[in-house]
């Protein structure tokens, strides 16, 4: 099969949009490996977890693997036989992955209000154009993943992580401790460069603040029931435990 390198000697500037998130994703107390997370680096970031090495193979190849190959092709959004850019940019193209009780982007965005807009309309609109023009020669009337992912600062690109914040996983440590650091308020400005396409600036900040106090709410108690169970395991009274399994083999 093609890999995103054969892809790139012709779309050579996508290619490079694309690798460039391995440098623009780079937390700045190490709350990530660099690069991570990012589609750059996904299937790096896939084998070197501890939990992927100890899973079964079928789960792996059925689960995680189905997931993060973006690092080496361009056929999960650009899907054969089609390879359509119009296909790509539909927020089912993102769905493929993202979602599920892992990563549930897809769940929260197709029950919000933008995205039950397209579901409503967007067969209405004219998905051929290009991201920058959607709106205006599109007939868009409501945001996609892509055309916010995509967008940086008014342009377009295929780096996806220009803006990242919280990342999938906020519970990793570190992540809510820098969500109000100086890297992390500026990326905060750019969500803010993209809201106001269409929002109000003082509609767009209080929405993200809103956003950050629901995320920091919600992992407090995940740390308080994470708390609990931890304290059950130990004591070896969850429901069917026998014993307490060694953890996972390290790579």
Same mark, same amino acid.
């Given at each position: 099969?093609?890999?995103? #390198?054969? =892809? ?8 490079? *949009?694309? *690798? ?9 107390? %190490?709350?990530?490996? #660099? %690069?991570?997370? $990012? ?23 059925? %689960? +995680? ?9 361009? #056929?999960? =959004?650009?899907? !054969? ?12 193209? +993102?769905?493929? +992955?993202? $979602? ?7 769940? /929260? ?36 993943? /892509?055309? =916010? ?37 500026? !990326?905060? #400005? ?14 767009? !900040? ?28 130990? *004591? %070896? ?15």
């Amino acid at each position: 099969m093609p890999t995103a #390198d054969v =892809c790139g000697t012709c779309h050579l500037q996508e290619f490079a *949009e694309r *690798e460039s998130e391995r440098d623009t994703m780079i937390w700045p107390a %190490g709350q990530w490996p #660099d %690069g991570r997370p $990012s589609h750059a680096l996904d299937y790096k970031a896939n084998v070197e977890t501890t939990v992927w090495a100890a899973m079964p193979q079928r789960e792996v190849a059925e %689960g +995680c693997s189905m997931c993060h190959t973006n690092q080496n092709k361009c #056929d999960s =959004c650009h899907t !054969r036989h089609e390879f359509s850019a119009a296909e790509s940019r539909k927020p089912e193209a +993102c769905a493929t +992955c993202h $979602s599920g009780v892992d990563h549930n982007n897809w769940e /929260a965005y197709s029950m919000s209000k933008h995205g039950k807009i397209v579901s409503m309309l967007g067969n209405q609109w004219n998905w051929d154009v290009q991201l920058k023009d959607a709106y205006a020669v599109g007939k868009q009337s409501a945001p996609t993943c /892509a055309g =916010c992912h995509m967008e940086y600062e008014g342009e377009f690109a295929h780096n996806m992580v220009r803006k990242i914040r919280w990342a999938n996983y906020p519970f990793v440590p570190g992540i809510a401790e820098n969500i109000n650091s100086e890297w992390s308020s500026a !990326r905060l #400005d750019s969500w803010v460069v993209t809201c106001t396409q269409c929002h109000s600036e003082r509609f767009a !900040r209080s929405y993200l603040e809103l956003m950050d106090k629901g995320t920091l709410a919600g992992l407090a108690k995940y740390q308080e029931a994470n708390g609990i169970v931890h304290q059950l395991y130990k *004591e %070896g009274l969850l429901t069917g435990q026998k014993t307490n399994r060694p953890a996972p083999t390290s790579t």
